[in-house]
Every structure is written in C-alpha cells, then in structure tokens.
Nanobody, 120 residues
Framework: VQLQASGGGLVQPGGYLRLSCAAS????????LGWYRQAPGKQRELVAS???????TYADSVKGRFTIARDNARNTVYLQMNSLKTEDTAVYYC???????????????WGQGTLVTVSS
C-alpha cells in the first residue's frame, strides 16, 4: 500500500490550493484518512481528518478555511485550502488507516509529503 500526495505549491496569502492523496495497492478497505502538516522547527500536527462515515475533525487554526473530503471509489482524500495564510506554510502529509487485501488487518500509512508555501 502506498499513499501519493500532490497539489502543493507556492500561493499568495488569501489564495487557495487543493491537495490530493491517493492510496494504491492491494486495498480491501480504507478507514480514517487525514492530513497533517509540519512547519520548520515545529512538530507535526493534525490538520484535518475524516472517518469512514465522513465525520470530520479540524484543527482550530483551519476551521472555516479548509475542507477535507474523500472519494471512496478512488481511495482518495482531498484537502481544499482557502484563505491561506503565511502560517499555513508547511509540508503536508496524508495519513490513512488501510486494510490491505493480503493481510486483512488495518495498518497506518503515511504519504511522502507535499510542500505548501504561502508567501507574497
């Protein structure tokens, strides 16, 4: 199982980006999906998560600006980021609880990270 994140880049304050993360491999089921971020010199933090019933959780700092969504048919999670601020600059990582068809047990996986830079 692999997670492939994409969509990062350079954007001006007030702008928007959409991140995508697709899970691939021999997948039987995907449970919780999430996005984390790590800014320079800081610890990795949860940005948003969505469970199998599409219930969502957001960090207080992104509520009202970011939206997480999932496409179960494509095993993909999205993060729509609007009204971006300079403090949103970080490497964004996707995370997923996946049941591989070969093991039929859930394991936690991380994507490779995609850099989001918010700067004028």
């Amino acid at each position: 199982v692999q997670l492939q994140a994409s969509g990062g880049g350079l954007v001006q304050p007030g702008g928007y980006l959409r991140l995508s993360c697709a899970a691939s491999g021999s997948i039987f089921s995907v449970r919780r999906l999430g996005w984390y971020r790590q800014a320079p010199g800081k610890q990795r933090e949860l940005v948003a998560s969505i469970d199998s019933g599409s219930s969502t959780t957001y960090a207080d700092s992104v509520k009202g600006r970011f939206t997480i969504a999932r496409d179960n048919a494509r095993n993909t999670v999205y993060l729509q980021m609007n009204s971006l601020k300079t403090e949103d600059t970080a490497v964004y990582y996707c995370n997923a609880d996946v049941m591989a068809a070969t093991t039929l047990t859930f394991a936690n996986y991380w994507g490779q990270g995609t850099l989001v830079t918010v700067s004028s």
